[in-house]
């Protein structure tokens, strides 16, 4: 029976463990390092920049995430040069070279998906305290229930978990949208798909009673599903970012094979290919299939893309995404254009 060929959804399963765990660990460190004292008189005297020092929100925090995205990014230029070879070795040409991650489009490229992403991770989760702790001054939150809200509670063994650290403003603003729910007995807390169904029961009873439920149980109830959401959030960075990260430096492969001189540009064409399962896109599942020369866009829904994750698209188009281009090179069209008709003759004989 043939061996399947590996494809970099085989790169996206083995490296998205260390993606996740990497970013899941920034945050554990985060936690430990938080100055609780400093940040409830900060809040309590409503300084908000005070208060995000406090909880010290720096970007050295994900250098492990840093990390594990760089070495992710260059397995998808190896695994794009070893795929070359081996379509080379099927037609009977010996091609040369490894994947060159200093030369500098491939180092801008890398810096975007590792460094630069890191930024983008790191500012884009403080924004969303900064709002959190706008919210809770505003509200009048006592500065304990805020600070644990914000950076989680200690549990068994003396390590903090929980809080809003780690989410961006959107899935933050569904925490406190939860609470007001709660307080208001409003049935769109039902609504939400990543609670605690353990609670309803517990809420169901409060709203058929009229009773607000308890500061202590929405405490415990947005607590959960804040987890939830936190995890939510570290899958969708270690698979969509990394999808993105494969694919660009899979393209800068073939493009630095195209640089060597090995392989013609127009003999390089890659296939979109869809995952065919119920969570795929409508665009992605109608461009199935498509075929574009080395360098040409997909029109995936409209959108001009490159391959799948590609983030110039709308993050409708790429969060998740689980397709997956497939190369193809094609030496002998490369050589049709390079050799006379008799070395090509030569050539094909010696395939």
């Known amino acids: 029976m043939a061996r399947k060929r590996k494809t970099l959804l085989d790169l996206l399963d083995e490296f998205e463990p ?63 040069i070893a795929g070359v070879k081996a379509a080379g070795a099927r037609q009977g040409v010996k091609v040369t070279g490894m994947f060159d991650s200093r030369n500098f489009r491939a180092e801008g490229i890398l810096r975007q998906w590792s460094s630069d992403k890191i930024v983008e991770i790191a500012e884009s989760t403080r924004e969303a305290v900064r709002e959190a702790l706008t919210d809770a001054i505003t509200r009048g939150t006592s500065p304990r229930s805020a600070a644990l809200n914000l950076v989680g509670r200690v549990g068994p063994g003396g390590v903090r978990t929980g809080g809003i650290v780690g989410l961006d403003g959107q899935k933050a603003a569904w925490v406190r949208n939860m609470g007001d729910d709660l ?11 990543l609670r605690d169904r353990r609670f309803d029961g517990l809420v169901r009873r409060a709203i058929k009673a009229g009773k607000p439920v308890s500061e202590a149980d929405i405490a415990r109830i947005t607590a959960r599903y804040t987890g939830r959401l936190q995890k939510l959030r570290s899958e969708a960075i ?15 492969g073939l493009q630095q094979m195209v640089d060597s001189g090995q392989v013609n540009s127009d003999a390089i064409t890659n296939k979109w290919d869809a995952s065919s399962d119920k969570f ?19 029109n995936i829904g409209g959108y001009a893309m490159m391959y799948p994750g590609d ?8 969060v998740n995404c689980r397709c997956v281009l497939r190369p193809n090179v094609d030496f002998i069209k490369g050589l049709k254009e390079r050799l006379s008709p008799e070395e090509l003759a030569r050539a094909r004989a010696a395939m």
Do not use: C, W
């Not at 985060?30 to 400093?38: G, L, N, P, T, Y």
């Not at 270690?238 to 800068?252: I, K, M, P, V, Y």
């Not at 983030?311 to 790429?318: C, D, F, I, K, Y």
């Open 18 to 80: 260390s993606i996740r765990k990497a970013f899941q660990q920034a945050l554990a460190n985060i936690r430990s390092d938080v100055q609780m004292a400093a940040l409830e008189a900060a809040i309590a005297s409503g300084n908000v920049d005070v208060a995000l020092g406090a909880i010290g929100l720096d970007a050295s925090y994900f250098r492990p995430l840093d990390e594990a995205l760089r070495a992710a990014h260059i397995a998808g230029g190896d695994f794009a």
């Open 183 to 193: 307080r208001n007995l409003d049935n769109s807390y039902f609504t939400r798909k």
């Open 238 to 252: 270690a698979r969509t970012e990394l999808l993105g990260s494969l694919h660009a430096a899979q393209a800068e």
């Open 280 to 298: 795929t896109r409508d665009s992605h599942r109608a461009a199935d299939g498509q075929i574009r020369q080395q360098g040409e866009a997909f």
């Open 311 to 318: 983030q110039s698209a709308p993050a409708a188009e790429v």
